[in-house]
């Protein structure tokens, strides 16, 4: 793990790439930020997370590091004991972690819950709305700050992807008063929370035919594992939906709750 801290000062704001090693984004928003040493008002940690899964160009190397913390030093694997230095990093923090997806190429924001941090950061991000993660928070970094706030920044691989992270790491430094620039705030941000994972039986090739953040009605086809059909029993929001982002989920349902100043 590599942490570097710019601004004087001890550091209550941590900017997170790399938690996963096949997403490039946050570690180029990252990188690029040291490379430009802008000046800031706060202290600032940049962390490049797990390295090894970066220079092997996969997810992770023994286990998903978003599902291992808080971790433990002398855990078994790399990524629990990488989840417990992590922790120990940004425990003071306020956070951003940047993500990819195969499932989405827009921008969006992955909380806990909605909450005063939330209400004062989010609205300065450009994601096209937030979800409330709630009881899926177990194993991610939620279990070792409430303030955080992870961005899914588009298509994995993609230029556009580390182009939304850069843009969504200065808009984050300037919510939380390390930049002197902040985004004007944005109105009626929709909110979706998330109830339940939608499970995919093993297959030899899925589909995917719901689009995300699309209401999905009842009695609807929304996905297929080879010649299996999957029908909504009842309408929900799907959320990360990919035909092969997840192994034995397609994604997850959500209902939208509101907007975040409704």
Do not use: W
């Not at 096949?22 to 690029?32: F, I, T």
């Not at 430009?36 to 706060?42: K, M, T, V």
């Not at 922790?87 to 951003?96: K, P, T, Y």
């Not at 230029?159 to 002197?180: H, K, M, S, W, Y």
């Amino acid at each position: 793990m590599r942490v570097e801290t710019l601004g004087d000062g001890p550091a209550q704001i941590a900017v997170v790439g790399g938690i996963h090693g096949d997403e490039p984004c946050g570690v180029h928003a990252v990188e690029r930020l040291l490379d430009e040493e802008p000046s800031l008002d706060r202290a600032v940690k940049f962390v490049i997370a797990n390295e090894e899964a970066i220079d092997a160009d996969t997810r992770y190397v023994e286990e998903d590091l978003n599902r291992a913390f808080p971790g433990d030093p002398d855990g078994g694997t790399h990524e629990s004991r990488l989840a417990h230095e992590l922790g120990r990093e940004i425990a003071d923090c306020q956070v951003l972690a940047m993500h990819s997806t195969q499932s989405y190429g827009g921008r969006f924001a992955l909380v806990s819950r909605v909450g005063e941090y939330e209400r004062r950061v989010c609205p300065h991000l450009s994601v096209d709305s937030i979800v409330e993660t709630c009881n899926f928070t177990e194993g991610r970094m939620f279990e070792v700050t409430s303030r955080v706030v992870e961005v899914e920044c588009g298509y994995q691989g993609s230029d556009a992807a580390a182009e939304n992270a850069l843009r969504v790491a200065r808009e984050f430094l300037g919510a939380t008063g390390a930049l002197p620039e902040r985004t004007e705030r944005r109105q009626d941000l929709p909110v979706y929370r998330l109830t339940e994972p939608v499970p995919k039986a093993a297959a030899q090739a899925y589909e995917v035919f719901a689009s995300n953040f699309t209401r999905v009605t009842t009695g609807e086809v929304y996905a297929a594992a080879d010649d299996e059909e999957y029908v909504a029993e009842e309408s929900f929001y799907p959320v990360l939906m990919s035909p092969y982002g997840y192994e034995d989920v397609f994604g997850y349902a959500a209902d939208k709750v509101g907007t975040l100043d409704g």
